[in-house]
Nanobody, 115 residues
């Protein structure tokens, strides 16, 4: 069964950093664009960063310059380095294919930015 498992979230003060990891159980993911999504309470899930299989990246305006997405296809892993975190970054973060599949949504990892 193909599965995505996110980790690395936590509680951090404004201005702090976190690095999220997403490990895929199936090698299919190394060939497709992947994305990090987030969902804050009362809001819709949104794509914040994505990366092609060859490493080209794009970011939502709200995180540009602060977040960096990367991947290691050999390790079936995608990361999201988050710097200069703000309270409005508080959300559950998920990884999925850039065009998300219902079948691949995992539990996500909670990121809370608060003093």
């Amino acid at each position: 069964q193909v599965q995505l498992v996110e980790s690395g979230g936590g509680l951090v003060q404004p201005g702090g950093s976190l690095r999220l990891s997403c490990v895929a159980s199936g090698s299919i993911f190394r060939f497709i664009p992947m994305g990090w999504f987030r969902q804050a309470p009362g809001k819709e899930r949104e794509l914040v960063a994505d990366i092609t299989s060859t490493g080209s990246t794009s970011y939502a305006d709200s995180v540009k310059g602060r977040f960096t997405i990367s991947r290691d296809n050999a390790e079936n892993t995608v990361w999201l380095q988050m710097n200069s975190l703000k309270p409005e970054d508080t959300a559950v973060y998920y990884c999925n294919s850039k065009i998300p599949s219902k079948a691949y949504w995992g539990q996500g990892t909670q990121v809370t930015v608060s003093s």
